[in-house]
């Protein structure tokens, strides 16, 4: 269903691509021709105006989460779309990703497609796909940063010498130990990224379950666990430096061996906006080239 009441977006974007003017003009371009309202996050903005020298008119900043919109628009990589995610956290106002970096799984929409897509907005001619997120409790205090991911939650070593031992439980059932240099807990988004490249399996967006692989295992018999989403995952660390790295989508934090962790599904979902038309499979095979047979 067409709108024509005003949207607001709130745009997020990195630092670290200065080839990305070009998108952004044609982005805010394409909202003032809408008279949209327009918020940028600060350093965006900071990076925008005093690093790029772009004219950026017309628009609203804010800082960290304190911001109402109808749509997020990100701009970068898939690195971007989760920094995104955490920052829109339980808002559920639904995310855009438009693609100025190199893969483009999450952040889909291309720097050629922008014009279309904000037009298709407007058209209420797109899906929303929800999303999963996994919440991670330290001994029941908060961690430092945001305790919740899109992607995974991987337990590492922080030393080069030796593997950590990782004690798992499902539910308050003891399900084994792990001797490696790290387990990934993964979500179905998170399946094709960091569980995918230790041989974790693809797991369909939807399908509700959440996988346990481990990273460089030291017994060949452990495999990768898929389990139900409402299940409860607690982990136990013992490391000979005494400490280990957890890292949610990537923003990793030193915790002590004595902190045991918790993991379960967030009270909340992501929302996802995928142009009407697109296919899982065909992104797949588009971009990580799966199924596909050099012999052809």
Same mark, same amino acid.
């Not at 959440?210 to 452990?222: D, G």
């Given at each position: 269903?067409?709108?024509?009441?005003?949207? +607001?977006?709130?745009?997020?974007?990195?630092?670290?691509? %200065?080839?990305?003017?070009?998108?952004?003009? &044609?982005?805010?371009? +394409?909202?003032?021709?809408?008279?949209?309202?327009?918020?940028?996050? =600060?350093?965006?903005?900071?990076?925008?105006?005093?690093?790029?020298?772009?004219?950026?008119?017309?628009? @609203?900043?804010?800082?960290?989460?304190?911001?109402?919109?109808?749509?997020?628009?990100?701009?970068?990589?898939?690195?971007?779309?989760? @920094?995104?995610?955490?920052?829109?956290?339980?808002?559920?106002?639904?995310?855009?990703?438009?693609?100025?970096? =190199?893969?483009?799984?999450?952040?889909?929409?291309?720097?050629?497609?922008? !014009?279309?897509?904000?037009?298709?907005?407007?058209?209420?001619?797109?899906?929303?796909?929800?999303?999963?997120?996994?919440?991670?409790?330290?001994?029941?205090?908060?961690?430092?940063?945001?305790? +919740?991911?899109?992607?995974?939650?991987?337990?590492?070593?922080?030393?080069?010498?030796?593997?950590?031992?990782?004690?798992?439980?499902?539910?308050? !059932?003891?399900?084994?130990?792990?001797?490696?240099?790290?387990?990934?807990?993964?979500? %179905?988004?998170?399946?094709?990224?960091? /569980?995918?490249?230790?041989?974790?399996?693809?797991?369909?967006?939807?399908?509700?379950?959440?996988?346990?692989?481990?990273?460089? %295992?030291?017994?060949?018999?452990? =495999?990768?666990?898929?389990?139900?989403?409402?299940?409860?995952?607690?982990?136990?660390?013992?490391?000979?430096?005494?400490?280990?790295?957890?890292?949610?989508?990537? $923003? /990793?934090?030193?915790?002590?061996?004595?902190?045991?962790?918790?993991?379960?599904?967030?009270?909340?979902?992501?929302?996802?906006?995928? =142009?009407?038309?697109?296919?899982?499979?065909?992104?797949?095979?588009? &971009?990580?080239?799966?199924?596909?047979?050099? $012999?052809?």
């Amino acid at each position: 269903m067409s709108t024509s009441r005003k949207l +607001c977006f709130a745009v997020f974007g990195n630092t670290y691509q %200065p080839k990305k003017s070009v998108s952004v003009q &044609k982005l805010l371009a +394409c909202l003032a021709q809408r008279q949209a309202d327009v918020l940028i996050e =600060r350093d965006f903005y900071d990076f925008l105006t005093n690093g790029q020298r772009l004219p950026v008119d017309g628009v @609203r900043v804010f800082d960290g989460s304190n911001f109402t919109a109808d749509f997020a628009i990100s701009m970068g990589g898939d690195g971007t779309f989760l @920094r995104t995610a955490s920052v829109v956290g339980a808002k559920q106002v639904p995310i855009l990703g438009i693609n100025t970096g =190199r893969l483009g799984f999450l952040a889909d929409v291309n720097a050629q497609e922008i !014009e279309h897509t904000i037009r298709a907005l407007y058209e209420g001619d797109y899906a929303v796909d929800t999303r999963a997120v996994l919440q991670v409790k330290a001994d029941g205090q908060p961690l430092q940063g945001y305790d +919740c991911a899109l992607n995974d939650v991987a337990v590492l070593k922080r030393d080069n010498a030796s593997m950590i031992t990782i004690h798992c439980t499902i539910n308050g !059932e003891y399900v084994t130990t792990y001797q490696a240099d790290g387990l990934i807990i993964s979500t %179905p988004t998170g399946s094709t990224a960091y /569980s995918l490249s230790n041989g974790g399996p693809i797991i369909v967006p939807g399908t509700h379950v959440f996988s346990l692989t481990a990273v460089a %295992p030291h017994s060949l018999n452990v =495999r990768p666990i898929v389990l139900s989403e409402d299940s409860e995952i607690r982990l136990t660390v013992e490391s000979r430096t005494h400490n280990y790295l957890v890292a949610l989508d990537g $923003r /990793s934090e030193k915790l002590a061996d004595t902190t045991r962790l918790t993991l379960r599904k967030a009270p909340y979902r992501v929302r996802v906006i995928k =142009r009407t038309g697109t296919k899982y499979f065909h992104t797949l095979r588009e &971009k990580m080239m799966w199924g596909a047979d050099q $012999r052809r």
